[in-house]
T-cell receptor, first 113, second 112 residues
């Protein structure tokens, strides 16, 4: 069966510091991968998605970037965090080619102070 | 453009009573619709999906939803609420090859 992992589970970082969140998927090959952000009291916002190694699509301009160095690894990064980057970050995967459903990881709670 | 509107930000029911979470969609063609549930500080879990097959869709944990094209609705229901159903519920529509549009969510509270 497939599983998706995210770490760390929680993170407190000062403004201006770098960020690296990691997501890995097990039990499947060539998944579509997604990064979402969920701000307090709001729905999910798609940040990035990837259909293959090195292929990243950005949905909104922001202070963040994503990379996919391996087939089942997806990394969310920032060089300098802003206060507005605080939120709950969720990684998800879906079986290609159709996007009929996505499977979410446990999430990372990021607080920028 | 495809979108969904969740009509209630918060619904409160007593344990053992029916649950109704409302969702209306906007789409220029037959949409693919989903309901996800999120328990506190957890990731999202797919409850059920509609992809133009049967209009009444049954999901996990006793939930079901009915696609009504004439009303552009996809409401989520359950005959009898359990305490473990307390969570945030998201109505979602597929908007493109790789995109989902999430509603703003409905928080369900179950009163013992």
């Amino acid at each position: 069966s497939q599983t998706i992992h995210q770490w760390p589970a929680t993170l407190v970082q000062p403004v201006g510091s770098p960020l690296s969140l990691e997501c890995t998927v097990e039990g499947t090959s060539n998944p579509n991968l997604y990064w979402y952000r969920q701000a307090a009291g709001r729905g999910l916002q798609l940040l990035f998605y990837s259909v293959g190694i090195g292929q990243i699509s950005s949905e909104v301009p922001q202070n963040l970037s994503a990379s996919r160095p391996q087939d089942r690894q997806f990394i969310l990064s920032s060089k300098k965090l802003l206060l507005s980057d605080s939120g709950f970050y969720l990684c998800a995967w879906s079986p290609p080619p159709a996007l009929y459903e996505q499977y979410f990881g446990p999430g990372t709670r990021l607080t920028v102070t | 453009a495809q979108s969904v509107t969740q009509l209630d930000s918060h619904v409160s029911v007593s344990e053992g009573t029916p649950v109704l979470l409302r969702c209306n969609y906007s789409s220029s063609y037959s949409p693919s619709l989903f309901w996800y549930v999120q328990h506190p500080n957890k990731g999202l879990q797919l409850l059920l999906k509609y992809t133009s097959a049967a209009t009444l869709v049954k999901g996990i944990n006793g939930f079901e939803a009915e696609f009504k094209k004439s009303e552009t609705s996809f409401h989520l229901t359950k005959p009898s609420a359990h305490m473990s159903d307390a969570a945030e519920y998201f109505c979602v529509v597929k908007t493109g090859a790789n995109n989902l549009f999430f509603g703003t969510g409905t928080r369900l509270t179950v009163i013992p």
